[in-house]
Structure formats: C-alpha cells, structure tokens
C-alpha cells in the first residue's frame, strides 16, 4: 500500500532511534528521558485524538478477509516469541514464511523449530535491528507478529501497517499514548488489524466465567479485578534474555508497567467497548525496595554495572478506574516482592462473585451460607465450546496451561474463516494505556486521569 502509516507528530524513524538505545542498554545508565515527557499533548484533551482524520473508519466489527491459510512473518525469536512459534505451528493452515531476529543464534534455533515441526524453513532477516523493515514488505505474509522488547513493538507495527499487513504484538501494545493513538491511526487508515494477542484471554477459567457473565448468572457485575503479581527477580537480574533489556524499564518509569494480563479478560465482563468504556483512574505506587535488596543480596561485585542503575518503579502499584456508566476496577502490579504468582482475578455482581487463585463461586441463594463453591457445578453448562472441543489438546501442546494454543488457533480461525477478530486495536490500546496513565496520575500527586477514547465514540 502506498499510503504513509504514521502520525504527523513523529516519524517512525525517532522510534527506532528510541529503540536502538534500548538494545545498546543505554537505559540502563539512565540515558533515557523518562516517558512522561513523551506523552505532552497527548493526554491533555485525550477525547481529541491527535492527527484524528475525519476520513478514519473504525475497525469496530471489521472482518478478516477469508484465507485458505494464514502466513506468518515472526519479529523476535527469543524465548517468547519461539514458544509463541511452536503454538502456531501446532495450528492447521498456519504457516511461517520468514523470522527476523538481530540475533543470529536465536533465529537460527527459531528456524530449525519451524523444520522440526515438518515445515519448510522460513527465510531469515538477522542483518541489524531495523531489519524487520525487509520482512513486512513481503508480498507472502498475511500477519506479522512481534515479540521482542517493548520499545520495538510499535515500530515494527507502524511498519507491518505501512505495507499492508495485520499485525499483533506481546503485551503491552505501546508504552505512550502517543503511540497508541498513533497505532489506532494507522490501523484505520490501512484498514488493517492491529492487535494484542492477550493470552490471558484465552484462559480456561477465563473464558467459563465470561459466559456465565454474559448468561447474566452474576447478575449486573458492578465491580472486576485483576492483576500482574509475579515474582520476577530472578529474571530481571539475568545476564541473558529479558534481564539484557526489561530491568531497564524500573529505572525508567513509576506505575504500572504491565497492566494487560490482569486487565484484558476483565473488561468484557464489564462491557468495556460494548456499551460502557473506561472514564478515568487514580494510581499510587508503594516505595521501591524490592530490586535494590535483590541486587545487594545477589550483586556482591560493586563494580558491577547493575549497580549504576537506579530504580524508580514503586513495587506494588495499585490503579482504581471508573467506567462511564460507574462501574469500578482495581488493577495492581508487582513484580519486585517474594510472592506466589497471581493474577488476583475477581469480580462482584448483584447475584454473587468469583474469585481466582483459588478459582471459587458464590451465586446468592444457591451456594449457601457463607461457603464459597468450586467451578466443577458451573463446567458442564458453561465451558466455552473451543475448550470443550480442543482443551486437552490445547493442554498437552500449549504453553500457560493451554491458553497460548487456543489464542494461537483462535487467531488463525478466525484468519481463515474471514470472522471478526476477538480483539481490535481499541481493545488492545485501552488495555495497554493504563501504563502511561498510571505514571501521569503518580506524577502528579495521584490525581485523576481522564482516559482517551481510542473508538471516537464507537464504544456505545
């Protein structure tokens, strides 16, 4: 396609100038300006979209156009991006055409999986970080998927829209509203779909109570929570994989750095984009303790280069968030403190509740007492069909507990069958926003942040 894909604002050319000092660890030694400077004229009217264009049509509902099978083009090949590679090539009519990856030796090891699976080996593009640039204009991919560090995401999405192509990302989306607005332009303008590909969606549990939701079981669910509370320090602190770039972002920013996994699968129970969106949110962030008592314990070497990073992310955050209709989410994040992983899912109606980790119900009149039940009752009438019909299969293949093989299946049904996507941009955005949000709302002493309305008023 010949049209330009980019904000007016900024080139795409300054976000892969930002990301080439990620990949140089320069944010590390706190060369990075922090991001709430880039997020000036872009949060202070959020209900006037920058660079919005009359033209724009929302992708609200928009199909896929049928594909007799779904080709692929991978940007990033490290540990997530091959597991979500396996996931794929485990789904019939997929197809992986080409893999890029600055690093050699992982897109090596990404090439030889797509050959031990029975597949053709895809054509590799290693030759320096914007090489993704070569790929997605590729006349033989249908959707690019990107799954390396956050500051590439939305360049290598602006590009994949640029030529035409949909495209998804690992969580977040983006990391600025400048940059999400700048996605859900693009993604209208190239007619185009952009997308998360939130796993957490597809959980088992996830999905069953989702349809309870909707079967009005709860009743009117007036208030949902969700969360990111995951030991990471073990990982941060790596010389390898996530640790040479993701610890970086604690000395970057303070509030929620990772808001998606907790919040995708709880806005639909809230109709989030079907009637209701999100209003505004207050944030507030614990002091940072957890990675400087990590480091002294685990760093004795003071000369260390770790030891010149200085870290700013409070370690347990905490965002309240109020719909335009009034309903009310809690959204929190911590991965700096010893604790069991959790995702701290929760939800409230006029009927009764839910609550995960452990999964348990109580529906008023039928439970009984003050005795919470296990999902086993609910299973049998409520299991979404795709877990009933793949679920074993998706559990002995799939990573998290099968969830990544039905998003992956789900992603190329959908492709194939010509059906509207389970997630859009707008979903993916607004899931993605309470990152900057949060750090606005912190920086000015916990006060009250409007949300943009990514849908121009299609959510009603």
């Known amino acids: 396609m010949g049209h330009s894909a980019r904000d007016d604002a900024y080139s795409r050319r300054e976000l892969l100038k930002s990301a080439v000092y990620t990949a140089s660890g320069l944010t590390a030694s706190g060369l990075f300006t922090p991001l709430i400077a880039e997020h000036a004229g872009a949060f202070n009217a959020p209900d006037n979209p920058p660079s919005a264009d009359s033209t724009f049509k929302s992708m609200k509902g928009v199909p896929f156009e049928r594909h007799t099978k779904v080709r692929f083009g991978i940007v990033g090949t490290g540990l997530r991006g091959r597991s979500v590679m396996n996931e794929l090539l485990s789904v019939q009519g997929a197809e992986i055409v080409a893999i890029c990856d600055p690093n050699l030796a992982n897109a090596s090891r990404a090439a030889k999986l797509c050959k031990d699976h029975g597949h053709k080996e895809p054509v590799i593009y290693s030759e320096g970080p914007d090489a993704f640039e070569k790929l997605v204009i590729r006349d033989d991919i249908d959707f690019v998927y990107t799954a390396t560090p956050w500051e590439w995401h939305v360049p290598v999405m602006l590009a994949s829209l640029s030529a035409g192509k949909h495209c998804g990302s690992e969580c977040p989306l983006g990391t600025t509203l400048k940059d999400l607005w700048a996605l859900v332009n693009a993604s209208e303008k190239a007619r185009k779909h952009c997308m998360q590909l939130e796993n957490c969606n597809y959980g088992e549990t996830e999905m069953l109570i989702n349809r309870m939701v909707k079967e009005g079981i709860f009743g009117e669910v007036l208030h949902v929570e969700g969360a990111y509370l995951h030991d990471l320090r073990d990982i941060l602190f790596e010389d390898k994989d996530e640790g040479l770039w993701r610890r970086a972002w604690h000395t970057r920013l303070n509030g929620n750095l990772y808001p998606t996994h907790g919040l995708g699968p709880i806005t639909a129970y809230v109709n989030v984009h079907s009637g209701d969106r999100f209003d505004y949110l207050i944030s507030m962030s614990s002091p940072q303790r957890g990675l400087d008592l990590y480091r002294e314990k685990n760093i004795p070497d003071k000369k260390d280069p770790k030891w010149k990073e200085v870290y700013v992310t409070g370690d347990h955050n905490t965002t309240l968030m109020k719909t335009i209709n009034g309903k009310t989410v809690l959204l929190q994040h911590d991965v700096s403190s010893p604790r069991p992983y959790t995702r701290h899912h929760r939800l409230q109606g006029t009927l009764g509740a839910f609550e995960d980790y452990p999964p348990r119900i109580y529906i008023d009149g039928q439970t009984g007492g003050e005795r919470w039940a296990t999902l086993e ?25 099968g969830m990544d093989f039905i998003m992956a299946y789900r992603l190329v049904q959908t492709m194939l069958e010509g059906q509207v996507p389970d997630i859009d941009i707008y979903d993916s955005a607004i899931w993605s926003a309470p990152l900057p949000l949060s750090e606005i709302s912190i920086a000015r002493n916990s006060s009250p942040v409007k949300f943009p309305d990514f849908t121009r008023g299609k959510y009603k």
Do not use: N
């Not at 299973?379 to 998290?400: D, N, T, V, Y």
């Open 377 to 401: 009752t609910w299973k049998k009438q409520f299991s979404h069909p795709l877990w009933s019909e793949i679920g074993e299969r998706a559990k002995s293949k799939g990573g998290h507990g």
